[in-house]
């Protein structure tokens, strides 16, 4: 899809909405006794710093011309009181709204990466995995700052706002109606560049995702990049992508920033006005003490404005990132249990693909396939690369769902029970074997948590896997790095093997389970396998056609169909599409 490349951008241009800002709420509502309560404390300082200018005003117009040196110091005493509680104020505000804020986006990256475990395979298929990345991480960091400060910000600053105007009111309605003068100018200017700011910022995240998902790719793939010498031209991309991202960001910040010199600007030409007639109307009721006062308002008035344009900055940069994280958190799974599903019981292994057609993308993958499998029995698939092989397995396991016709497990339409009950009696070992950090022993009981050390030692014994993992210096504590770069590729697959092989499943499922180990340990892990395969239905995946001779049946898979069908000799016997595999496998072999 165009979609799943790291420079095609996401196209997300939707209205401004306030609904992701009501979704949000949902997440602070939790904490709403200590935003209260914060909210107060604020209220309580911001009263406090708003009463120096009163207390200027007092000084010049009463206390100084009456010498009253003992109210000075009584006002001082005050003004000082005042200083300190806000102080006092302002250093809980921060640690209170610093542990909400923290605690807010703990719990929205919790449910990002919960509802990430649980979507299909197709949306991973679909999309660069650095793009998922910059969503769980730096999107929802993007709105630490919002959520730390800015909504407690937005109310206390409201209330400045109209204790100001109060203050001012009471000093002079005239001046104060000629300070209001620059308001409407400052919501112009909001108004007019509300739109470009969110396209830029619309713009700046999907360049973050871009650059995010190529590095991400580049690191994946640097033993690649290495062996064939692409570091110069990988360079030119990453600067390339790296320059998008910056060019938008410059715009974006440019944007941003007009607010903020827009307000300085007409603040200052509020004041001036505001001092020039101020001066004009001393002695006609307006005193140099009440002009002080008003003056400094009116300069205190606009810092809540200012803030309040900040303010709408953060919320504008938070709707680009928030459309995004809840963009994701709407994607709804293809893969769901039905409304009625039930659990399915403990299976015998029973299994039939009845007229099962599927497809990708609306290109048809299998057509018309028909399996019966009876409990305990090896079918082993073989056919040629992309025949639809691995197609089959995931369908079983429900990885994709049918386009038509049905899989039934012991009768059963695995669309008519729940993902969790038939995923655990399945053991699935996938053919790029995953290794995650850790212990060897924990990634063997990553699929049954409560299996003793002894049980897991057992299954790696099993699989041949013992020999290796008893070698290292740590044994089986021995920790292994991300994807297990440290092992050997047999290594990785003996281990998860071993892991499959632990949970005890009724229908076993081994794509390539074999395709990197060495043809010594394939033939020792053959006689392992003799006795764990008993009681069990088991599906194998294997080009290596010496691997499967002892399977039940081997059903031969290309274009989608089922060609041949029956057991080595039989299929040999028939000297058809199988028996020239077997030969071709052959000759290489002699070759070799």
């Known amino acids: 899809m165009a979609r799943n490349k790291f420079d095609v951008d996401e ?84 640690r209170m709204m610093s542990q909400v804020g923290h605690s807010i986006i703990e719990a929205i990256r919790k449910d990002l990466f919960t509802h990430l475990q649980k979507l299909s395979f197709s949306f991973y298929d679909s999309r660069p995995h650095g793009k998922i990345l910059v969503r ?56 007019i560049i509300k739109n470009a700011q969110r396209r830029s910022w619309q713009t700046l995240s999907n360049k973050q995702s871009n650059m995010n998902a190529y590095i991400h790719e580049s690191i994946n793939g640097i033993k690649v990049t290495q062996a064939f010498t ?13 320059n998008s991202y910056r060019t938008s960001w410059l715009k974006a910040v440019r944007i941003q920033f007009l607010v903020w010199p827009s307000i300085e600007n007409i603040s200052v030409l509020t004041v001036s006005l505001v001092y020039i007639g101020g001066i004009a109307m001393i002695g006609d009721g307006v005193s140099v003490g009440a002009l002080v ?45 039905a409304s009625n599903a039930k659990e399915l019981p403990a299976i015998k292994g029973k299994v039939d693909f009845k007229d099962v057609i599927f497809g990708y ?18 079918i082993a698939l073989v056919g040629a690369t992309g025949s639809g092989k691995t197609t089959i397995v995931s369908l079983l396991s429900r990885f994709y769902d049918v386009k038509g016709g049905s899989v039934e497990i ?18 699935v070992m996938l053919q790029d074997p995953f290794i995650f950090s850790g212990t060897i022993m924990d990634n063997i009981r990553y699929g049954r948590l409560d299996a003793t050390d002894e049980e897991v030692i057992a299954a790696a014994k099993a699989v041949q896997a013992h020999p290796f993992i008893a070698s290292m210096k740590d044994g089986y504590f021995t920790e292994v790095n991300e994807r297990g770069s440290r092992l050997s590729s047999g290594q990785r697959q003996l281990i998860s093997f071993a892991r499959t092989l632990l949970a005890d499943p009724k229908i076993l499922i081994l794509d390539e389970a074999t395709s990197s180990i060495d043809t010594e340990t394939e033939l020792a892990l053959q006689k392992g396998l003799e006795t764990l395969l008993k009681g069990r239905t088991s599906f194998i995946i294997a080009h290596r056609l010496s691997t499967i001779q002892n399977a039940t049946r081997i059903l031969v898979i290309n274009k989608g169909q089922i060609l041949e069908e029956g057991s080595h000799e039989e299929l040999i016997g028939r000297k058809s599409f199988y028996w020239k595999l077997h030969q071709a496998q052959h000759r290489s072999l002699d070759v070799g």
């Open 361 to 378: 993308d609306h290109q048809k993958i299998l057509d018309q396939i028909n399996i019966h499998v009876e409990p305990g029995e090896t």
């Open 136 to 191: 769980v991480v730096n999107y929802v960091n993007s709105l630490s700052d919002l959520l730390s400060n800015g909504l407690i910000n937005l109310i206390t600053d409201l209330f400045s706002l109209m204790v100001i105007l109060g203050f001012m009111l009471s000093i002079d309605v005239k001046l104060t109606l000629m300070a209001m003068a620059g308001f409407p100018v400052f919501a112009a200017v909001i108004f």
């Open 410 to 427: 012991d009768d059963v339409d695995i669309q008519t029970v729940t993902l969790a009950s038939l995923r655990k009696q399945m053991g």
């Open 293 to 337: 006062a008003f003056v400094g308002y009116l300069w205190m008035f606009w810092t809540p404005l200012a803030n309040l344009g900040n303010f709408y900055n953060a919320i504008i940069n938070a709707m680009a990132y928030l459309e995004r994280i809840f963009e994701m958190m709407d994607e709804k799974p293809t893969i769901l249990d």
């Open 230 to 242: 692409r570091e110069e031209e990988n360079k030119k991309i990453f600067d390339e992508v790296s």
């Open 11 to 94: 196209d997300l241009e939707t209205p401004f909405s306030l609904t992701h800002l009501k979704r949000l709420m949902v997440y602070i509502k939790p904490h709403k006794k200590q935003i209260i309560f914060t909210v107060f404390i604020m209220l309580l300082a911001s009263g406090a710093g708003l009463i120096g200018p009163y207390l200027i005003k007092q000084a010049i117009d009463e206390k100084i011309p009456n010498g009253d040196i003992a109210g000075l110091f009584q006002l001082a005493g005050i003004f000082i009181v005042a200083i300190l509680t806000t102080a006092i104020c302002m250093k809980y505000r921060i």
